[in-house]
């Protein structure tokens, strides 16, 4: 029996927690990815187009304790939407500014907002 595992990720802006990504082994449910802490909690059963295994957890947490923010938003670039791609560098929810959503003929489409260094991209989707 695995217990769940979790890690954060710093902002590199102001070094309070962007994510928290945990990983949940529970077997009845399949196995997920969940990331609290930045726009809500989400839970994931697929990054990218890899299936979440505990290979994949520690490929993910690995690269994070490496540094490797381009990897990791190559993985998934939804799941790791805090991730600015242009600094290649995490940001926690207050460093986004400018933060909105857009809709798609009244529905949800994604949220964008802009790093500290003015790069605008999507958030979430
Ligand atoms: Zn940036
Ligand atoms: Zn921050």
Known sequence: VTREDQFTICCSACGKPAATIGFT???????????SGFL???SA???GREDITPELFSRVRNLAKDGDFAALAGIDRDFFGFICVRCTAPYC???WKDVYVTFDDGFYDETRG?????????LDD
Do not use: K
């Not at 082994?25 to 990331?35: H, N, V």
């Open 45 to 47: 059963a697929v990054l």
């Open 40 to 42: 809500g909690s989400v």
């Open 25 to 35: 082994p529970e077997a009845q449910l399949g196995l997920t990815l969940g990331r």
């Open 93 to 95: 929810g207050d460093c």
């Open 114 to 122: 802009t790093c500290p260094q003015g790069h605008e991209q999507m």
